[in-house]
């Protein structure tokens, strides 16, 4: 974690023709499981998408540490070395090949949690919370924390990020891939949980007394307050704090204060 903050908050939607939307919460309360997502079912199309660069100067460095990973055979790498010294093959070429290839292995093998550091914002209740009919968890969280401890905050720019493949850097690379967005997604104040060891399309438990809280929209049915109510009691005996979003009498902001 990059951030000193003391919690993060998770939005939900509650839908009404969407019965799946109420098994997830579920999940996170009764079964204490997070979903992991592929970067393709997220929101951002440039998820993932950074500007992918092979600079001549860089490839005899590449061609001298792939000769050194015993699974490239040396004629392999000799003919891609010739391919490139007499002209057959073009860095866009390459770079094209590199980036199917990533992204497959990305979609495949990375899962991705996301998170704001933020409870009261118009605009992810609106986007994420189905128009503030949903609720949004809160996580108790520090760098030291348990596996809340491991989100890593996002980063805003105005271009996008450019990945040099013959030069490769993990670290580098996945702050460009997984933790730079564009400016305009800033208000998010978003934080990542980021696999390989967490894959996509499952649920990964967290230790239960991390959830701290749990936030009813502005716009909340009561029927789905009683349900959640009713399974918060019973999995964790009153020791969630319950709160409730509110408009502001005075501005266009929300109230957040605790439900009775």
Not at 44 to 49: L, R
Not at 180 to 192: C, G, I, L, M, Q
Request: glycine share 6%.
């Amino acid at each position: 974690m990059t951030k000193d903050i003391k919690f993060l908050y998770r939005y939900y939607p509650l839908r009404p023709s969407h019965k799946e939307d109420m098994e997830r919460i579920v999940q996170v309360v009764v079964q204490n499981e997070l979903y992991f997502s592929s970067y393709k079912s997220l929101n951002d199309p440039f998820e993932c998408a950074p500007i992918y660069e092979a600079p001549d100067r860089d490839f005899s460095g590449w061609i001298k540490r792939k000769a050194l990973e015993r699974f490239r055979s040396p004629s392999d790498i000799e003919t891609v070395k010739h391919r490139w010294e007499t002209g057959q093959v073009e860095s866009q070429v390459i770079c094209g090949q590199v980036a199917e290839t990533m992204k497959r292995e990305i979609e495949q093998n990375i899962g991705i949690c996301c998170f704001s550091a933020q409870k009261d914002n118009l605009l992810m209740w609106s986007h994420y919370a189905s128009g503030h009919t949903g609720v949004c968890f809160q996580f108790e969280t520090s760098p030291f924390t348990e596996f809340f401890g491991e989100a890593l905050s996002v980063g805003y720019q105005e271009n996008r990020p450019v990945v040099n493949i013959f030069h490769p850097d993990d670290d580098f690379n996945m702050q460009q891939m997984f933790l730079t967005k564009n400016s305009k997604w800033r208000y998010e104040e978003e934080f990542r949980m980021i696999g390989p060891h967490r894959h996509p399309g499952k649920a990964h438990k967290f230790p239960k007394y991390l959830l701290r809280g749990l936030i009813f929209g502005a716009k909340a049915l009561q029927e789905n307050e009683s349900l959640l109510k009713d399974y918060l009691k019973r999995c964790y005996e009153g020791r969630i704090k319950l709160y409730r979003a509110g408009l502001s009498q005075n501005n266009y902001s929300l109230d957040i204060s605790e439900a009775i």
